[in-house]
């Protein structure tokens, strides 16, 4: 059984910094990409970032290019999200998901693992 389990959100003031995990288990992910999504309150899910399990190779959403930085640390089986110089419209309710492919993944449509979520709030 596929679980993603994220963790490290809170409560941080615009500016500041927050590290999100997620540690991905029951499946090899090889060839793999993994992802971020977030929803804000009244909003649609949106697509934030996504890594090549394999490469490392990221792609970011322009709203959180230069401010947000994804990594994964194959020998754990997590994935991470540094996010740097918040703002208040970041705050939301973030996903961590798994897809076979890039395009399946950014689609947030079927096919892919999804985490419970975490919540980030940025106060102004």
């Known amino acids: 059984q596929v679980q993603l389990v994220e963790s490290g959100g809170g409560l941080v003031q615009a500016g500041g910094s927050v590290r999100l995990s997620c540690a991905a288990s029951g499946r090899s992910f090889t060839g793999y990409y993994m992802g971020w999504f977030r929803q804000a309150p009244g909003k649609e899910r949106e697509f934030v970032v996504a890594?090549?399990?394999?490469?490392?190779?990221?792609y970011y959403a322009d709203s959180v290019r230069g401010r947000f930085t994804i990594s994964r640390d194959n020998a754990k089986n997590t994935v991470y999200l540094q996010m740097d110089s918040l703002k208040p419209e970041d705050t939301a309710l973030y996903y961590c998901a798994a897809g076979p492919n890039y395009s399946v993944l950014v689609s947030g449509n079927s096919g892919i693992y999804w985490g419970q979520g975490t919540q980030v709030t940025v106060s102004s």
């Open positions: 890594v090549s399990w394999d490469s490392g190779y990221p």
